[in-house]
């Protein structure tokens, strides 16, 4: 009898750390933020008043209806390429007999980490239509009179955010293959289908929540971008939405918090109705388990003569999404100032720039802080985020849905908006932590905590419920099974999302900028400062920096690895 | 209908390679059931798998139906060639419902079907493993069994050459595999196909094959009809790995012509069967099978029969399964179930010589 | 007089008092900027740094905070520190939007922690008008510009950000020599324009009038303007030969970039827009001694000359040639705060807008 009640409190006390926990973390900048959206600013003197001019501001504006457009064009448009690469790549690397596919996982990896600014600038290195090199290259082969890449245009911004998120695509698609019982897609080659008819009624459908889920993330990473509508947009005159909200935020005086949070509002509505969707499309899928325990060796398809094709494709993906970028970032690394790649200006290559960067205040301090932290959110966010899957997916309670929805609503906040809210609650709360590497962490467990719920949901969806409730019937409680038996099978499953989630942890920036002390820089702060106080060519040794540590890591990893199986 | 010739396959990781086939030859004639037994490693899996396609052999032809599907630098891929294979996890996709499971091989070859010829098609498989009825229901709410059925009817939509089984009942509980088992075999030969069956569970071999090809570390080990192996394995291996048996040491005293040979054990001399040349001198193994025992309370009249003790005697329903002892010797043997065998008792042994084989030692 | 009970109710009412009172103190107390901070910000007497060494001595730390990057923060902070190696400096750098803000939000929730602030202007008075600044003196006072000086005293000038016209050598052969060059045809499609540099056309006007000077810009929007976003972008471009001048771009960047070889080059406009970086006194200093002590510093000919090192265009008399010869606009914020809005909307209207190329 006590046995039992023990199993009792244990899943009661499980259940209520985790809710409270995640309401805790997804209510507070929801409510701060709707809070907001109805106050007039407070500044010197004057009170905050109650007011829906913000909304008025908001709805009656013209231009909001062509920011919307925008916004939605350029998140729609980089989602689908870069799952569109991502997932060929993944399906090529996990599937097929193509050459080369071990590497495929550390080169993707490795460029998760670079920022935006980086690379959005290595890409007009490359494709601007004046000082572009490939335009260079193009034009030179072809003897065209006009520059035929322009990147200032909506078509360059896909180009650019899809490229940076292909990576990402690929490591969360990849895994989501590997997972997947080979079997199905040998039973549809047996019964006759070819390559093209398998992956079409066979993969496809049943990856699709993942798939989805990925679509959603990466839309709401769209919308939320302000390096690429700021470098490409404003030159080109694109206006997006996060635009209105930094204008809001810092060129304002007083500084217009209402105005901002109800364009987040507007954008939360958006990315809201994308969940919405999400949910619906995903209604069937619990009964697409296809983990069942026993253990899958990789089985790959033979393309035959088509690996020739495939390997060519690899080549393709990785010079454009990792290489090009890579060689321009390493290039103006090595050179004092900004100028054409060509054989006279080799000689100004210099290392000028890594002794500066070493040199300047806080850099190695701050290196340290961002692989700390990024370790503990993303060991936090993964089993957080499995806790929260489990009991929406496995333990199938009537509130279960609310708790996946509060979970994956932080995807729509608008990062300096988490950054806001969170400083302003605890700078009025007695509990000490602004300005301390707490903070942080709870600002990143905050903002990433959807990603682990989501790739969460997605490995436990696959997990055949055999496992579980064959451990039930041995009278194990609901903690012991998720901790004995989902955990390890899942677990493998998520090392790919503890790493991405890290890479995005490293890469976060807007949430940090307001919550930051002396003691808990990060990189991204760092290279922020850097960017607007030094150079372009110092900024990318760091970036460069950061990729051979990262590279250095994986390498580690992977010698450890095979060592071990 | 199927022929394999000098088959080799092997498997290169950073470290080793392994022979997972090595030389591998066999012909199936058309409408037999020919089993791959083995443990696990043995390359059975590995062997069916080159024949469906999905993997390339590293040497070797392989003919289905005359026609070579892979020899050389050709290779037919497993979408043309035309056969139907059971997954050991079935492999039923669970987000179509059942008739579509069933209609997509017709979906998706070359030949185009009107969709009434579908319909037919596949109403007639589910007709054929007994799933009428079933057309509308979601592939994941069936039972092992019916999604086991399910995967069958999937394989025969097409009315194939060749159908393929990769240890199809070995998901399935006691009761239903033996079910399964016999419906299986019944379904195989009322439509007369071809078909290639592997499985680790020798019972099962001896129940449905025709022709059972033993297979242990990439070889075949021996050929024959299920009655051939069980009496007479060829090796060690086989007769340790067909059913139980027990192991008597001994020497040839003398080879008769007529295939059966003396020798000396412990237990006297005893005659036996044997398959390979022997001469006076040599060492031996007997292999003599639990029924091949025959154990009486009285000592039988003619024959070679030994004293024994019995150590343990367990009532199976079927038979009494017992320990006896013989000296240092302990034989394993299977009584009329009757016997009131105690343990204590003493009983008298005799060896019936059609049911033991003499092994090189 | 008023009888037993009138005796227990003044009773009553005098406790009642008494803990008000003493509410109020602790309140007071509590939450005020401790007192006695004011005399000190003001003392002139002769023995000032004793005073205020002796002081810091006591305090033994002090929280700067810095909108000027950190590499260039850094080297002041050091010397500093290398004087009064008994005070512990925590320096606080960063960009003036995030310094400021965070400020800001530290102080309204009652965080004391900084003690001096600098930043451009505009984030200074935006911490004035919250009332979280102290005026103060310090002996620089009586040595720099009359005009480079606070009439209130809350702030003293460190530097100047000096916006110019900036170009590339490699595109630009024959540079403009006054504003009203720049309205010639042959500049269009050559001048880029950073969206946020509203205070070229407040200023312009402050020097032209109205009129005038939405005349000059109207006419200037009309010359296939570049939009581009962020000055360091902006520099970016320019080195890169991705744009081909600008108005308005960093003095100071321009002649340290310049200096590394690149082909870029400046020209001293008539006039030149210049924005103070002031530091200024937190009027809930926790250590008001090593606070002056910093100010002090920082606009001595010591810590004015580290920040000159720096490549900084700094305020101290002669130490920057530049400041002394350039006839310079010395923007002050608090005319264009309130009704930004105005200045925005205008600039946009006439220089961003007509040059969008959607």
């Known amino acids: ?565 | 209908m199927l022929k394999l010739v000098n088959l080799y396959k092997e498997f290169k990781t950073d470290e080793t390679e392994v022979k997972a086939v090595n030389q591998i030859s066999f012909d199936v004639p058309e409408g037999k059931f020919f089993t791959l037994l083995g443990p696990s490693g043995c390359g059975k899996t590995t062997t069916l798998r080159c024949i469906a396609g999905l993997e390339r052999p590293s040497a070797g032809r392989i003919y289905i139906d005359e026609q070579m599907v892979s020899g050389g630098d050709y290779f037919m891929p497993p979408d043309k060639r035309n056969i139907g294979m059971v997954f050991q996890s079935y492999a039923i996709w669970p987000h179509m419902d059942v008739f579509a499971n069933v209609a997509f091989p017709l979906r998706v070859g070359k030949t185009g079907y009107s969709k009434k010829e579908i319909e037919e098609k596949v109403l007639y498989a589910l007709h054929t493993v007994q799933l009428d009825g079933l057309e509308k229901r979601s592939a994941t709410k069936l039972s092992g069994g019916q999604q086991q059925r399910l995967a069958l009817a999937r394989a025969l939509v097409r009315q194939p050459k060749l159908l393929l089984l990769d240890e199809p009942l070995s998901n399935l509980d006691a009761a239903l595999r033996e079910h399964m088992r016999v419906e299986l075999r019944q379904l195989q030969q009322r439509l007369g196909i071809t078909t290639v069956y592997v499985t680790h569970d020798q019972l099962e071999a001896l129940a449905l094959s025709d022709l059972i090809a033993v297979m242990h570390d990439g070889v075949i080990e021996q050929l024959g009809s299920p009655q051939e192996i069980y009496q007479k394995p060829a090796s060690k291996f086989i007769a340790g790995f067909i059913g139980n048996t027990n192991w008597l040491e001994g020497k040839v005293k003398s080879c008769e012509p007529d295939k059966s040979v003396t020798v000396e054990t412990i237990m006297g001399d005893v005659s036996s069967l044997v398959t390979n040349p022997c001469k006076a001198g040599d060492k031996v193994m007997l292999s003599i099978r639990p029924e091949a025992i025959e154990v009486t309370m009285t000592a039988p009249q003619n024959g070679n029969f030994s004293q024994a003790r019995v150590e343990s005697a367990m009532f199976l329903g079927e038979y009494i399964d017992c320990f006896l002892r013989i000296g240092e010797q302990t034989l394993r043997a299977k009584t009329h179930p009757q016997l009131l065998l105690q343990p204590g008792n003493q009983v008298y042994v005799k060896i019936l010589a059609e049911y033991c084989v003499a092994l090189a030692s | 007089m008023f009888g037993l009970r009138g005796y227990k109710i003044g009773k009553m009412v005098f406790s009642v008092c008494l803990v008000g009172m003493a509410l109020c103190a602790w309140v007071a107390f509590a939450f005020a900027a401790p007192s006695g901070i004011e005399q000190l910000a003001n003392y002139k007497g002769k023995d000032r740094e004793q005073v205020l060494v002796e002081g810091a001595k006591k305090e033994g730390a002090l929280s700067v905070y810095s909108a000027t990057n950190a590499r260039d923060s850094r080297p002041v902070v050091d010397g500093f520190q290398k004087k009064y190696p008994f005070v512990k400096v925590n320096l606080f750098a960063g960009t003036g939007e995030s310094v400021s803000t965070r400020l800001l939000m530290e102080q309204k929730g009652r965080k004391y922690t900084a003690d001096t602030f600098n930043g451009i202007l505009k984030d200074v008075e935006k911490v004035r008008r919250e009332g979280f600044l102290l005026p103060f003196y310090t002996p620089a006072q009586d040595i720099y510009n009359k005009k480079f000086l606070d009439p209130k005293r809350n702030w003293m000038p460190i530097y100047f950000t000096v916006l110019t016209f900036v170009y590339n050598t490699n595109e630009i052969k024959d540079p403009p020599r006054t504003w009203q060059d720049l309205l010639d045809p042959k500049w269009k499609g050559k001048l880029a324009v950073e969206d946020t540099d509203e205070v070229w056309l407040i200023n312009f006007t402050k020097m032209w009038g109205e009129a005038k000077a939405k005349d000059y810009f109207t006419r200037l929007g009309k010359q296939d303007l570049k939009i581009v976003h962020g000055h360091s972008v902006q520099q970016q471009m320019l080195i890169a030969g991705e744009i081909s001048s600008t108005a308005t771009q960093y003095l100071h960047q321009a002649i340290a970039d310049k200096k590394t070889g690149a082909p870029i080059n400046f020209v001293i406009m008539d006039p030149m827009i210049a924005q103070p970086n002031g530091i200024a006194l937190m009027n809930s200093a926790p250590h008001p001694h090593a606070a002056l002590l910093f100010i002090d510093y920082v606009t001595s000919k010591e810590g004015q000359a580290l920040m000159y090192a720096r490549g900084r265009n700094v305020a101290y008399p002669g130490m920057e040639p530049i400041l002394n010869e350039a006839n310079l606009l010395i923007d002050d914020p608090g005319l264009s705060m309130d009704n930004f809005k105005y200045w925005q909307d205008m600039f946009k209207d006439l220089l961003i807008t007509p040059n969008k190329r959607r």
């Open chain 1, 1 to 565: 009898m006590s046995k039992k009640r023990g199993y009792a409190l244990s899943t009661g006390a499980f259940l209520i750390i985790t809710v409270i926990v995640v309401m805790f973390i997804t209510l507070v900048p929801l409510l701060f933020l709707l809070y907001q959206t109805v106050f007039t600013p407070e500044y010197a003197g004057h009170a905050a008043r109650f007011t829906l001019k913000n909304y008025g501001d908001v709805f009656s504006d013209p231009a909001t209806l062509m920011v919307l457009k925008n916004s939605t064009e350029f998140a729609f448009g980089s989602s689908i390429l870069a799952i569109i690469m991502g997932g060929a790549m993944a399906w090529v690397t996990e599937r097929t007999h193509t050459p080369g596919r071990q590497w495929m996982y550390l080169v993707n990896m490795v460029p998760l980490i670079l920022p935006g600014i980086l690379t959005t600038m290595a890409w007009v290195f490359l494709l601007s239509p004046k000082i572009g090199l490939v335009n260079l290259v193009v034009m030179k082969l072809f003897f065209l009179e006009e520059a035929p890449f322009n990147v200032y245009s909506m078509g360059g911004m896909i180009w650019i955010q899809g490229l940076h998120w292909a990576p990402f695509a690929f490591i969360t698609l990849a895994g989501t293959f590997r997972a997947m019982n080979p079997d199905l897609e040998e039973a549809a080659t047996v019964s006759g289908a070819g390559i093209w008819n398998s992956l079409r009624l066979v993969t496809l459908p049943l990856n699709l929540p993942a798939i989805l889920s990925l679509f959603l993330i990466l839309i709401v990473r769209g919308l939320e971008n302000f390096v690429v509508p700021a470098v490409i947009g404003i030159p080109a005159g694109i206006d997006v939405f996060t635009s209105r909200i930094y204008e809001a935020v810092t060129k304002s005086y007083p500084t217009n918090l209402g105005l901002a949070s109800t364009y987040s509002v507007v954008l939360m509505i958006v990315t809201g109705v994308g969940l919405a969707l999400y949910y619906m499309a995903t209604k069937e899928s619990s009964s697409f388990a296809t983990i069942t325990g026993k253990g899958y060796r990789a089985r790959l398809m033979d393309v035959g003569r088509w690996r020739y094709l495939t390997f060519g494709i690899y080549v393709l993906y990785v010079s454009l999404a990792i290489l090009l970028p890579l060689v321009i970032l390493l290039w103006v690394s090595i050179t004092p100032y900004s100028m054409a790649i060509k054989g006279a200006n080799f000689k100004f290559a210099t290392l000028h720039n890594y002794r500066e960067v070493l040199d300047y205040p806080g850099v190695i301090s701050s290196m340290v802080n961002t692989l700390y932290l990024s370790v503990v959110a993303s060991l936090i966010i993964v089993l957080l985020g499995i806790m929260i899957s489990f009991i929406v997916v496995k333990m199938k309670l009537k509130g279960g849905r609310i708790l996946d929805v509060l979970g994956t609503m932080p995807l729509t906040f608008p990062g300096t908006v988490v950054g806001v809210a969170l400083a302003t609650l605890y700078l009025r709360l007695p509990i000490g932590i602004y300005g301390t590497a707490w903070i942080l962490l709870i600002a990143f467990v905050t903002r990433f905590l959807p990603y682990g719920v989501r790739a969460a949901n997605s490995s436990l969806l696959q997990v055949h419920a055999e496992l579980e409730e064959a451990a039930a019937m041995s009278g194990a409680s609901v903690v012991r099974t998720l901790i004995m038996i989902t955990l390890p099978v899942v677990l493998s499953s998520m090392v790919g999302t503890f790493i991405y989630v890290m890479t995005l942890v490293i890469r976060e920036f807007p949430s940090v900028i307001l919550l930051y002390g002396p003691e808990s820089r990060v990189i991204s702060v760092q290279l922020f400062e850097m960017w607007e106080a030094a150079s372009f060519n110092q900024c990318s040794a760091l970036g460069v920096m950061m990729i051979l540590f990262l590279s250095a890591l994986a390498l580690l990893m992977r010698r450890f690895q095979t060592k071990e199986s």
